[in-house]
């Protein structure tokens, strides 16, 4: 059983940067793929970027390719989302989810465990 809880969610100008950390309970932690995931108000959730246990390897969404960087920090149990030059349309709510897929994964299918969110809202 894994529990997270992300943070670091707000309100920032379009242009600024935000950073997300997501707190993971559990010993294995450093076992999972982690990936963050996005849903704005009346669309699906949406993958936004993943990394692989050992964060040797990374995959993010066309939409976020440049602006945003998904690190790790396993001694920790923590991941991050270094999000910059937000644009408005990155307004959403963010999710932290874990899984056991061989590599980061971009359909949410591929993870067992999800946080509550935090929101991320980017003004013009």
């Known amino acids: 059983q894994v529990q997270l809880v992300e943070s670091g969610g707000g309100l920032v100008q379009a242009g600024g940067s935000l950073r997300l950390s997501c707190a993971a309970s559990g010993r294995t932690f450093s076992r999972y793929v982690m990936g963050w995931f996005r849903q704005a108000p009346g669309k699906e959730r949406e993958f936004v970027a993943a990394?692989?246990?050992?964060?040797?390897?990374?995959y993010y969404a066309d939409s976020v390719k440049g602006r945003f960087t998904i690190s790790r920090d396993n001694a920790k149990n923590t991941v991050y989302l270094q999000m910059n030059n937000l644009k408005p349309e990155d307004t959403a709510v963010y999710y932290c989810?874990?899984?056991?897929?061989?590599?980061?994964?971009?359909?949410?299918?591929?993870?067992?465990?999800w946080g509550q969110g935090t929101q991320v809202t980017v003004s013009s």
């Open positions: 990394i692989s246990w050992s964060a040797g390897s990374t």
């Open positions: 989810a874990a899984g056991r897929s061989a590599s980061p994964h971009d359909s949410s299918w591929a993870y067992d465990y």
